[in-house]
T-cell receptor, first 117, second 109 residues
Framework: ETGVTQTPRHLVMGMTNKKSLKCEQH?????MYWYKQSAKKPLELMFV???????ENNSVPSRFSPECPNSSHLFLHLHTLQPEDSALYLC????????????????FGSGTQLSVL | RKEVEQDPGPFNVPEGATVAFNCTYS??????FFWYRQDCRKEPKLLMS???SGNEDGRFTAQLNRASQYISLLIRDSKLSDSATYLC??????????FGAGTRLAVHP
């Protein structure tokens, strides 16, 4: 167990559905991340929150909407997705603080395997 | 050009072999470096940080060459349990950790 929990583990949705991915960390970390991992491609950084403030939005389409209500919880709201959005969505956390340490070590959740039909 | 490039492999080696992976990065302002390991259908896990002076953790040795912008990982005395994908990770600063696509290692008996 890494201390980062993601739900659901698997999700199948239609293109007109609205769903949310949830991530919770029990490590007392200040930074949380969403990454996307597609087959045979590197992990793509989507969003970064540090102390509940979004510090990175890596040109992600607006059909993905993150929410960070507190430093322990992170959501990814999904609506009108496309089949090419099918991928493994990984949440991670790190110590993180406003000093933006360069030695951040990520702790990942198990991911949500998303299929868009 | 990808910001972090790795040979995808696979590297197929027998138990006990020594194997080395390289990684290059394009952003000279990159500030810190790591190797992560990802098993099939699992999340990535930190293997080790990479320091300028080189560092060792048991059978694993990591090296960084800032001038040439490459990072290496050496695994000695390979075990079956070392079979995984090894991800090179670069911290660009401001919590932006960029991953390579990974190098797949298969250790056989």
């Amino acid at each position: 167990e890494t201390g980062v929990t993601q739900t659901p583990r698997h999700l199948v949705m239609g293109m007109t559905n609205k769903k949310s991915l949830k991530c919770e960390q029990h490590l007392g970390h200040n930074a949380m991340y969403w990454y996307k991992q597609s087959a045979k491609k590197p992990l793509e950084l989507m969003f970064v929150y540090s102390l509940e403030e979004r510090v990175e939005n890596n040109s992600v389409p607006s059909r993905f909407s993150p929410e960070c209500p507190n430093s322990s919880h992170l959501f990814l709201h999904l609506h009108t997705l496309q089949p090419e959005d099918s991928a493994l969505y990984l949440c991670a956390s790190s110590q993180g603080d406003r000093a933006f340490s360069t030695n951040e070590k990520l702790f990942f959740g198990s991911g949500t395997q998303l299929s868009v039909l | 050009r990808k910001e972090v490039e790795q040979d995808p492999g696979p590297f197929n080696v027998p138990e006990g072999a020594t194997v080395a992976f390289n990684c290059t990065y394009s952003n000279s302002a990159s500030q810190s470096f790591f190797w992560y390991r990802q098993d099939c259908r699992k999340e990535p896990k930190l293997l080790m940080s990479v320091y300028s002076s080189g560092n060792e953790d048991g059978r694993f040795t990591a090296q960084l060459n800032r001038a040439s912008q490459y990072i290496s990982l050496l695994i000695r005395d390979s075990k079956l349990s070392d079979s995984a994908t090894y991800l090179c990770v670069v911290n660009r600063g401001y919590n932006k950790l960029i991953f390579g696509a990974g190098t797949r290692l298969a250790v056989h008996p």
